[in-house]
């Protein structure tokens, strides 16, 4: 078998608008550095992602000085937008379903979203990712935090799993869907050189310098059936993941990894499986 190695990495600055692929990236305790510490949410303060509005994938944001960001989309003038101050406080927002205090990031941000996707959203920003917001307690260990990814520090994806995936759209009802790229499953690293679906198997890895332990396999939702390029919706991946990846009654594709330390990550950098299940 190839050596296994890091192919990319990929930052969403702010979660569930596109993002930017560095060639090397710092490992965090919850993530890497920059990755999903601005959200949007609604006048209720729930997350806000492509499962509600699919034109957010045609938003992307990048990362600016200090960790500020500037968002661009179809149709805007785009902005640039500074961590806050927190001078204002604090708002409980929610994620899926656990409560999240975050930093308001101003009405200019607020307008220039809430124009964008037709409804009243507001920007937040991860202030102390350190204390805001513990992983699962089924999965984690004391102390563990995550920022506002769905729920784990980082995602792996492998191109071998991908292309296997691709084979199976391919034979089933909607080939016309395939082949889906990558950025349909928005991972933070993406590995090559394993066999396909290896990393079901997975139970602890180093990537390069970083040791990390694989917590659960990743559930998929509707947004993997987004065009990240058109917003359009189709039936795939999760219609081929349904009849093939269906483990514990979720349609898997990934693994969840929590960062055992902290680090530099960079494309081409050694994997090595040091645990399996």
């Not at 190839?2 to 060639?23: D, Q, R």
């Not at 661009?72 to 656990?98: C, D, K, Q, Y």
């Not at 507001?122 to 917001?133: G, I, N, Q």
Request: charged letters at 25%; proline letters at 8%.
């Amino acid at each position: 078998m190839p050596t296994a190695e890091l192919s990319s990495l990929h930052i969403h600055p702010v979660k569930s608008l596109g993002g930017f692929a560095p060639a090397e990236a710092v490992v965090e305790p919850w993530g890497l550095a920059g990755d999903r510490r601005w959200m949007l949410i609604d006048a209720s303060a729930k997350t806000v992602t492509q499962r509600q509005h699919a034109r957010m994938a045609l938003a992307s944001a990048a990362l600016g000085e200090g960790g500020g960001v500037t968002v661009s989309a179809p149709g805007r003038e785009p902005l640039s937008v500074a961590v806050p101050s927190g001078a204002t406080g604090t708002v409980v927002t929610e994620i899926f379903g656990t409560k999240v205090e975050a930093v308001p990031a101003g009405a200019a941000a607020d307008a220039w979203f809430s124009a964008y996707l037709g409804e009243d959203v507001r920007l937040v920003h991860l202030d102390d990712p350190a204390r805001r917001r513990p992983i699962d307690p089924d999965y984690a260990r004391p102390g563990e935090t995550v920022s506002f990814a769905d729920g784990f520090p980082l995602l792996v994806t492998t191109t071998a799993s991908l292309d296997a995936l691709n084979s199976l759209v391919a034979q089933g009802d909607h080939p016309d869907e395939g082949p889906l790229p990558m950025e349909r499953f928005r991972p933070t690293v993406v590995v090559d050189g394993t066999a396909p679906w290896d990393e079901d198997r997975w139970a602890r890895i180093a990537i390069g310098e970083v040791t990390f332990r694989v917590a659960k396999p990743c559930g998929r939702c509707v947004i993997t059936t987004t065009d990240q390029s058109t917003a359009r919706r189709g039936k795939e991946p999760l219609r081929t993941l349904a009849r093939h990846r269906l483990i514990d009654r979720r349609m898997v594709f990934g693994q969840n990894l929590v960062p055992e330390g902290t680090g530099t990550l960079r494309t081409g950098d050694p994997v090595e499986i040091l645990e399996y299940r």
